[in-house]
């Protein structure tokens, strides 16, 4: 378990490094908004084709596999960025970085290879305590390599740095992680035919209560995909800030990640369910994009952030345990790569849609719009939980 969290916290450093400066580099080559939007898109529309491919592959032949291939090709990626002069090229390395990306599904089937139904919130919020200590190091590398000027900021160096995370998580993974699939189980899955193994999946997926935590998991990721993208660039025209402030302030949200998936999520799930997580997560996301508009100074900004990100803390590891419970152990891989793509599509569309009513309505309406859309989703779970359909 702590080697597979070792190695997602090394590579989400060096995801978390480039975040809060792709928006800067963006606007560096000339892009509008709208564009910027697209570019933050381009990464998820990789991973939304590759994650199911990724997703069965690691059913079949192993998560580790899985994990050197993808982390491997994550560096290259990187290093492209690091000498990209055109916005073209850019877009491209983050189109590579998006279909290399199968590291993130085969982590969370690892996660549910090796731990009991009753002990997988603990691990899935590890796992997720992971990701905020990467968005802890990685933005405040990047912006402290970068700098705080977004006129003359340095963009190769963050890229460099990431390459070399991505590279460090390989040289873990290969000599220090063991493989969680034993080949009794490699093999029963593949005596199963493409079909059969398709069929499994779109059954399990196809039942109404993960039909509705994946609609669950678009949303939510959506509208906080719409905030990785969309603040930078608010940020610069309300405060005008540089790489280097958002990197600080993204390091606050990691902090603020790591403290509640690492620290009391696994309590509050036993106490409250992973039901009412979801719901009261999603409630404290909606108040914290509501707040960010209204909020013109430090001293406002940061709660503005702090419960945006309380709330996306609480609901992401919250749904990953809702789903990964509701389904099959031989379709664990599989069903966690397709829930992964249900992710990655809100965060091709979310920065996309962000951009456009960024450039369209004004810089507040992001936020504005992305907190009555998430309490829509809260009255449509409560009346869904209320008719015991969640609760299966």
């Known amino acids: 378990m702590y080697i597979v969290f070792t190695i997602v916290v090394i590579d989400l450093i060096g995801f978390g490094i480039i975040i809060p400066l792709l928006p800067f580099f963006g606007e560096h080559f000339g892009a ?55 916005l073209i090229i850019l877009f491209l390395s983050r189109a590579i970085s998006g279909l290399m990306a199968g590291n993130i599904s085969a982590a969370f089937a690892y996660v549910a290879d090796i731990t009991t139904p009753q ?21 405040a590398i990047g912006g402290l390599l970068a700098g705080s000027d977004p006129n003359n900021a340095n963009y190769q160096t963050p890229a460099l740095a990431a390459a ?28 199963l035919s493409s079909n059969d193994r398709l069929n499994m999946l779109r059954e399990t997926l196809l039942q109404p209560n ?107 590891p919250s749904l990953n345990t ?9 379709e664990q891989g599989g069903a966690m790569g397709a829930a992964r793509s249900v992710t990655t599509s809100s965060r091709m569309v979310g920065p996309a849609l962000a951009g456009i009513i960024f450039g369209s309505l004004g810089k507040d309406w992001p936020f504005f719009i992305s907190a009555l859309v998430m309490l829509v989703l809260v009255a449509i779970a409560l009346r869904f939980f209320a008719a015991g359909i969640l609760s299966k």
């Open 119 to 139: 002990d997988r919130a603990k691990g899935m919020g590890l796992v997720g305590a992971g990701f905020g200590i990467g968005f802890i190091i990685g933005p």
């Open 322 to 330: 809702a789903i990964s419970i509701r389904i099959a152990e031989t």
């Open 210 to 316: 993960v039909r509705l935590l994946l609609l669950i998991s678009f949303v939510v990721t959506l509208v906080f995909a719409s905030l990785e993208s969309i603040f930078p660039i608010w940020s610069r025209r309300t405060f005008n800030w540089g790489p280097q402030q958002n990197g600080y302030l993204f390091a606050i949200v990691g902090i603020i990640s790591v403290l509640i998936q690492g620290g009391c999520l696994g309590s509050l799930n036993k106490k409250f369910g992973e039901i009412r997580l979801i719901i009261g997560g999603m409630l404290l996301l909606a108040a914290g994009m509501a707040l960010i508009p209204f909020s013109l100074t430090l001293e406002t900004i940061i709660p503005a952030m702090a419960i945006s990100a309380i709330g996306f803390s609480i609901v992401s």
């Open 32 to 86: 509008e908004p709208h564009t910027v939007g697209f570019l933050m898109a381009t990464y998820s529309a990789g991973q939304l084709v590759a994650a199911p491919f990724w997703g069965r592959l690691s059913d079949t032949v192993g998560r580790k596999p899985v994990l050197l291939t993808s982390l491997l090709g994550m560096s290259f990626a990187y290093i492209l960025m690091s000498f990209s002069q055109s």
């Open 164 to 191: 070399g995370a991505s590279f460090l998580a390989f040289t873990v993974c290969l000599f220090f992680l063991r493989e969680s699939l034993d080949e009794t189980h490699r093999s029963k899955l593949k005596t």
